[in-house]
T-cell receptor, first 112, second 112 residues
């Protein structure tokens, strides 16, 4: 059973068209929820860590929020350079060596 | 400061051949991880290390061995490669006092 489920699998937006990516999780004892960005042929790049329900973090056009069951990554007025795969991951009480449990990702394409 | 580096970037093996993937970090991080990434699946933990001389199994350890003889290096070995080990391999590291994991650029391995 998947612990981390991301939706949609793929999303195509026009430049300036705001939207949200979803990450739902089922873990006990959440230690942290992480968002990463991954460009083609590269390793994941850290964006945010959220620790408790109600927490929000922002970085440029991105805003991450967390509830007890899911997290959203809101993208406001996206630009083509925001095109990438966005990965969600959780760390819970059973995580081996504090490793991360990743979702399958959402592939975002922003067209001019 | 190069961060996390991985060698080689690409490799093609024949079934039954062996090879070693090298991960090096210059940030003095205690924790190091090996993940594999396959299409349609999230990153999965293979092995990890919480310090020099220590290693432990992750979610998908079969067919792989690791060693951490020096704090800055984490080696992943395939003794007898199989086509099912065709994947992109990522190394990551983190310092004890932080949750953020830094990823390397990846090694794309094809086993024929």
């Amino acid at each position: 059973e998947d612990q981390v489920t991301q939706s949609p699998e793929a999303l195509r937006l026009q430049e300036g068209e705001s939207s949200s990516l979803n990450c739902s999780y089922t873990v006990s004892g959440l230690r942290g929820l992480f968002w990463y960005r991954q460009d083609p042929g590269k390793g994941p790049e850290f964006l945010f860590t959220l620790y408790s329900a109600g927490e929000e973090k922002e970085k440029e056009r991105l805003k991450a929020t967390l509830t007890k069951k899911e997290s959203f990554l809101h993208i406001t007025a996206p630009k083509p350079e925001d095109s990438a795969t966005y990965l969600c991951a959780v760390q819970d009480g059973r995580s081996s060596g504090y490793a991360l449990n990743f979702g399958k990702g959402t592939s975002l394409l922003v067209t001019p | 400061n190069a961060g996390v580096t991985q060698t080689p970037k690409f490799r093609v093996l024949k079934t039954g051949q062996s090879m070693t993937l090298l991960c090096a970090q210059d940030m003095n991080h205690e924790y190091m991880y090996w993940y594999r990434q396959d299409p349609g699946m999230g990153l999965r933990l293979i092995h990890y290390s919480v310090g020099e001389g220590t290693t432990a199994k992750g979610e998908v350890p079969d067919g792989y061995n690791v060693s951490r003889l020096k704090k800055q290096n984490f080696l992943l070995g395939l003794e007898s490669a199989a086509p099912s080990q065709t994947s992109v391999y990522f190394c990551a590291s983190r310092v004890v006092r932080s949750v953020e994991q830094f990823f390397g650029p990846g090694t794309r391995l094809t086993v024929l």
